[in-house]
């Protein structure tokens, strides 16, 4: 646009003028000729000051001629675009008055008459069927939208002087009544009658339009004034509804003395628009008129414009400006520069743990950075343990592994100045005996947190080549005196030969993603070495095995021992088991729960198996001294009894998966075995060893069948797991270790070999656990001859009820017990009870009772019934079974029970 | 007539003020208090409606549209403030970990206040405003720019205040919040009128797109700079050492505002005099006014 402005003059051969003075000295040249026939007399005085108001002059020049010299002194009519606005006003202005539309009103304000031209575009379109007016205006009014829209700049001017022809015939097509000729000037053929008035710009357009249309020469004289105007480009702002608007309102003042420069001023505007064609096409060295036929451009840009004109969208996009919306976009982004500068203000700067030269808190051979914005590492307290709260003072009082002169464990604590909630925890420790990290950590966290912690993802990076396990986990707390708030956590661990670090992120998950970004690509420790995190061989994703032995994972589970060190729960070491009883009884190495001091560990903690090579779920804890073992065969009886949290917790029936034995004399030399279990490799999960029989051993030195030898890979960690064949048969129990008790009765392992015990071995477990039992402090032997027990898989189900003597009334938990066989009222022991009884029951609501396990039949049994708050019942041989007593078996109807 | 009623305007909010200081006077409320919403509503909506009163008042030629002025200000409180929020809080996202710098006038602050907060929230009013009655055939002078973009200000400024006298666990003194209501309207409302004196301009000036795009981007930048300061400079003086100083910054925004709002006026004064709607003696008001119609349809051809 600028650069068009300022060809203009040039081109016109004049120097750039101001609006105004060119519009004069335009106004001068016609003024002879454009003298109009309808207009009243020109007043003598030429040159009144353009905004004196003249008096109303009704018709169609003068009304022109105002509008035009009112838009020249608002848009410079130098321009193709001023030329047609003005033109447009103009024609507008005349075409109105033309018409009678808008009689002259008087101006509330200044007293003065003024003249208000509304027309709308759908009344301009009826107006083409209707006369000759009509359609010279409609015609005036696409040749400026045309002119607007032309991407061509000379189309402007060409369009504008049709308008200002339409806008002349508009009149004489009125007072002459020759609207036919008019009609037939459609929009290009008008414009067809430009060239001419281009090329002779200071003569009047009329004498050229004589040329194609006879009448012209009389509307000539009488038009020039008129074809000031076209109303389409205002018409296009105002986009209402379904039409549009064209609102010109012009003054009219007549004045006589005035009426020779309104002449003169009306011929300015109409002079204006060919100047500026002239002014267009000339500037340009290679403006042909050939190559461009302006008036095939005004055409097309007519038909453009009618297209157009159908949708509403058409006036709104005329207020659209793509420059305005760069606006926008610069705003946005500068906001997104200034954030990201901001950011780089405020973000803290990196610094190094341990702060260089910090005595109190030496590099134990980890090192990281982590933001500035951190309170200096203070020492925090180890918390208590959860798990297990309950025998902490059991613990405290034997556990000898207390105290440790190498400043180990470190466990220190950055706070976030910015947030305290945030915070990185420091921990650095003896690597455990058992190097099991994931399910150490697993047990680590859930003793911090106990139920309230949950796991939300798991999975081992690889920083600068040494494999690191993070894991991010959700925990509830409440820290004193604040309200109990669930946080997130990040936690980064390895080990080394030597030493396992922790280095675990609290904090919000966005100061979490903050934090990490920074800490975890320089997390370093001191050798890089150290063990696989996860184990590479026997993992289940790499195995194919028969479906058989599949059905053996649920069975196998994952028993890590712990002790309490310090007031925390310490993992020591882990093997495997395998469940034996719907009950959760699991089988296991006797020297997987025992120390090498031959001391029981404090607690154990059952892993279920979750998925392949996934860490095993912990699921439940109990405490060794509470099972059932067998030194001499290396192995032990173990049920949960409490849970995660250290609760009393009783294990669910018929949701743990037994495996049927393989008998004895299925076991061949040569037979594929399948050895399950969790060695003690990283943290990975389930592993399967394939491998055959090789023969039989005897303990000790010994040749006998004590033991069966494989080739499969059984190290530490396997021990007390399953091994079964191809069918998933139960053929015996994994042992790392031969073991023997001493002649002092110590227990040792005496050699590492991978053996495997014959599941006949352990029959008497197998027994326990199919009847049921409970775990109890101190009940440990398993001191029941293999005679006298029979296989109960024959038996008697014995129900009763047990009511109040006094109302009848159902008792609760009242317990009903069936003694062993042998066992009187005088031998009974109501502290050693667990290995007298047989089978038992305990009362519902209603008092009814179901003893758990069948009892053999035949026989006769002693029945000891006990409840609070009553005496107990205790009566010899009072239950006498045959063999033909039928399986569900009520003896008594009820027992009636005494109160104390 | 119109003198008068923008006194009595004047005279309101300054009665608004008092009104609440006597309440609290009278209730032996000498201690912050929690509003509820329909009293936050009635303190921060006010000072909006007799302020956009006031506003309204200064387009003397050609009065606006009052359902235009009043959705205006709507949109400035519905649209334009939480895109506003959105903007600095979603497309700038708060950072995890950071150090502030302790001095107010420290770089981090001045950057955020002018060019995150401050320019977030004057181009929304802005966009509220171009890209609605902008178009509107009744924004036919420059001076309207500043009447809708005043409006606009306004209406923002209600959900500010709103938020601010509402807020969770917000409590305020009401006195104070009463009077930084009345400041910070007025405040909201002169920094977008800056803006919209450029936009107004902007709609008729006879120059390129170009050289119209930098004007209005230069009106942005303005705006965003008055209303950055504003915040930086009032979290200098709100506090001395551990003292809280609220009637400080009421004091610095009353009279930082006040300076706005008058070389807004004075510039609004020009366009007046050169408002095409004036009666002149050289022609009736209508004369100019179907001026005014071809010049903006001149404007826009020439945009085109």
Same mark, same amino acid.
């Not at chain 1, 083409?128 to 359609?135: K, L, S, V, Y």
């Not at chain 1, 009082?397 to 604590?413: I, K, M, N, W």
């Given at each position: ?137 409609? !015609? ?61 710009? %200071? ?306 998950? !966005?100061? /979490? ?148 034995? @393989?008998? !004895? ?97 352990? @029959? ?54 069936? /003694? ?76 009636? /029970?005494?109160?104390? | ?10 005279? &309101? ?67 334009? !403030? ?24 420290? /770089? ?9 907060? &401050? ?47 509402? &807020? ?21 409302? %002169? ?94 008001? %209508?004369?100019?006014? @179907? ?14």
């Amino acid at each position: 646009m600028a650069k068009r402005r300022s060809k203009a003059p040039t081109v016109a051969g004049e120097p750039a003028a101001p609006k105004k003075r060119r519009s004069r000295k335009k106004i001068e040249q016609p003024a002879a000729a454009a003298a109009p026939t309808d207009a009243p007399p020109p007043p003598p005085d030429a040159t009144p000051p353009p905004n004196i108001p003249v008096p109303l002059q009704s018709t169609a020049a003068a009304a022109a001629l105002e509008a035009a010299r009112i838009v020249s002194e608002i848009v410079d009519i130098d321009t193709p675009t001023g030329a047609v606005i003005a033109a447009a006003a103009a024609a507008g202005a005349a075409i109105q008055v033309v018409r009678g539309e808008s009689p002259p009103t008087i101006d509330p304000v200044t007293g003065e008459e003024v003249s208000t031209v509304r027309l709308s575009r759908e009344r301009i379109l009826k107006a083409i069927e209707d006369d000759a007016p009509g359609r010279a205006a409609v !015609a005036a009014v696409e040749a400026a939208d045309a002119a607007a829209e032309a991407p061509v700049s000379d189309v402007a001017p060409v369009a504008a002087i049709a308008a200002l022809e339409a806008a002349a015939a508009a009149t004489p097509a009125r007072a002459q009544t020759e609207p036919p000729a008019r009609a037939q000037t459609a929009p290009p053929a008008r414009a067809q009658t430009v060239p001419p008035v281009e090329r002779a710009p %200071s003569a009047p357009p009329v004498a050229d339009r004589a040329q194609s249309a006879p009448p012209v020469p009389e509307r000539a004289q009488s038009a020039p004034p008129v074809r000031a105007q076209t109303v389409p480009p205002v018409d296009a702002i105002v986009d209402g509804g379904d039409h549009v608007h064209v609102a010109v309102a012009v003054n009219v003042h007549d004045h006589d003395d005035d009426h020779d420069h309104v002449d003169v001023d009306v011929v300015a505007a109409t002079a204006a628009a060919p100047t500026a064609t002239l002014a267009e096409p000339a500037p340009a060295d290679d403006y042909d008129d050939e190559e461009l036929d302006p008036v095939a451009l005004a055409a097309a840009a007519i038909q453009r414009l009618r297209a157009r004109a159908r949708t509403n969208v058409a006036g709104l996009r005329v207020q659209y400006s793509r420059h305005d919306l760069l606006v926008i976009l610069a705003a946005i982004v500068i906001i997104f520069a200034a954030g990201r500068a901001h950011d780089y203000l405020v973000t803290p700067p990196d610094i190094a743990f341990p702060p260089p030269g910090d005595v109190a808190n030496p590099d134990h051979g980890i090192t990281f950075v982590h933001p500035a914005a951190w309170l200096k590492p203070e020492a925090t307290p180890l918390p208590s343990p959860r798990l297990v709260h309950d025998i902490a003072p059991l613990a405290a009082t034997t556990s000898p592994h207390a105290g440790s002169a190498d400043g180990l464990p470190y466990h220190v604590e950055l706070t976030s100045s910015s947030d305290p909630a945030a915070r990185i925890e420091v921990l650095v420790d003896k690597k455990p005996a058992w190097s099991n990290i994931v399910t150490d950590l697993d047990l680590d966290r859930r003793t911090r947190w106990g139920e309230l912690y949950s796991l939300d993802d798991s999975d081992v990076r690889s920083i600068e080549g040494h494999q690191w396990l993070r894991t991010e986990y959700r925990y509830a707390h409440n820290a004193e005196g604040d309200v109990p708030r669930v946080d997130h956590a990040v936690e980064y661990a390895t080990i080394d030969r030597d030493q396992i670090y922790v280095v675990t992120l609290f904090g919000s998950p !966005a100061e /979490l993603d903050a934090v990490e970004d920074v800490v975890a690509p320089s997390l370093r420790v001191a050798t890089p070495s150290a063990l696989p995190l996860v184990p590479q061989t026997g993992r289940l994703a790499q195995r194919t095995f028969p479906t058989g032995v599949q059905a053996a994972f649920g069975a196998t589970v994952m028993v890590v021992v712990a002790d309490i060190v310090d007031g925390k729960l310490k993992a020591r070491g882990g093997g495997s088991g395998v469940v034996v009883g719907r009950d959760g009884s699991i089988l296991t190495n006797y020297h997987v729960i025992h120390d090498k001091n031959d001391r029981l560990h404090d607690v154990f903690v059952i892993g279920r198996f979750s998925a392949p090579d996934r860490a095993p779920e912990l699921e439940c804890a109990g405490r060794p001294s509470r099972s059932k073992l067998q030194r001499e065969l290396d192995l032990a009886l173990v049920k949960c009894d409490l849970d995660l949290d250290g609760r009393a917790w009783t294990p669910s029936q018929d949701v743990w998966t037994t495996l049927p034995a @393989a008998p !004895a004399k299925d076991v061949h030399v040569g037979q594929r075995l399948w050895v399950l279990g969790y060695p003690d490799v990283g943290g990975g999960g389930l592993t399967l060893y394939q491998g055959q029989v090789e023969g039989w051993d005897g303990e000790g030195t010994a040749p006998g069948t004590d033991f069966i030898k494989t080739d499969a890979s059984i190290s530490n960690g396997n021990s007390g797991g399953p091994v079964v064949d191809d069918s998933g048969r139960l053929v015996g129990i994994a042992s790392a270790y031969r073991t023997k008790v001493t002649a002092s009765g110590g227990f040792v392992k005496s050699a590492q070999v991978g053996l495997v015990r014959p599941i006949a071995a352990a @029959a008497d477990l197998l027994n326990i656990a199919i009847y049921g039992w409970t775990p109890r402090e101190g009940h440990t032997g398993v001191d029941i001859a293999p005679d006298s027990v029979e296989p109960a898989a024959t038996g008697v189900r014995i129900s009763t009820r047990i009511l109040d003597t006094a109302n009848l009334a159902p008792i609760r938990d009242a317990l009903v017990m069936v /003694l062993r066989p042998g066992v009187g009222a005088a031998q009974v022991d109501v502290n050693a009870l667990d290995d007298q009884v047989l089978s038992w029951g305990r009362s519902n609501a209603n008092g009814d009772v179901l003893l758990k396990a069948p009892v053999p039949n035949p026989g006769e049994y002693t029945v000891m019934v006990t409840a609070k708050g009553y005496e107990p019942l205790i009566v010899d041989n009072e239950l006498q079974l045959g063999s033909n007593t039928p399986p569900a078996y009520d003896p008594w109807g009820q027992i009636l /029970l005494h109160a104390r | 007539m119109v003198v008068g009623t923008k006194f009595l305007l004047i005279a &309101g909010l300054v009665g608004f003020v008092v009104v609440a200081w006597l309440a609290e006077l009278v209730a032996g409320i000498h201690h912050p208090v929690h509003l509820g919403p329909l009293v936050a509503g009635v303190v921060a909506g006010v000072p909006a409606v007799l302020w956009l009163g006031f506003f309204y008042l200064m387009d003397r030629h050609e009065p606006e549209p009052k359902q235009l002025v009043a959705g205006v200000c709507v949109l400035g409180a519905l649209i334009a !403030a939480p895109l506003a929020d959105f903007v600095q809080f979603q497309l700038v996202p708060p950072i995890a970990i950071e150090t502030q710098d302790l001095d107010a006038f420290s /770089l981090d602050h001045v950057l955020y206040a002018m060019f995150i907060a &401050g320019l977030a929230q004057e181009m929304c009013k802005y966009a509220a405003v171009r890209y609605t009655v902008y178009l509107s055939r009744e924004f036919d002078e420059p001076m309207d720019g500043v009447v809708y973009m005043m409006a606009c200000g306004t209406g923002f400024a209600v959900w500010v205040n709103y938020h601010r006298l509402s &807020g969770q666990g917000h409590e305020v003194i009401l006195s104070i919040g009463a009077a930084q209501a009345v400041v910070t309207t007025l405040a909201h409302a %002169s920094f977008a009128g800056v803006l919209g004196y450029v936009l107004g301009r902007a709609k008729f000036t006879r120059r390129s797109a170009l050289v119209r795009g930098l004007f209005l981007m230069a009106g942005l930048l303005l705006a965003a700079a008055l209303n950055g300061q504003f915040s930086v400079v009032e979290t200098w003086l709100q506090q001395t050492g551990m003292d809280q100083h609220p009637w400080r910054t009421v004091v610095y925004a009353a009279g930082v505002a006040s300076a706005v709002f008058l070389a807004l006026w004075m510039m609004s004064q020009r366009l007046l005099a050169r408002s095409p709607f004036r009666p002149t003696a050289g022609g009736p008001a %209508s004369a100019n006014a @179907a001026a005014a119609v071809v010049a903006a349809a001149a404007a826009e051809a020439k945009a085109r």
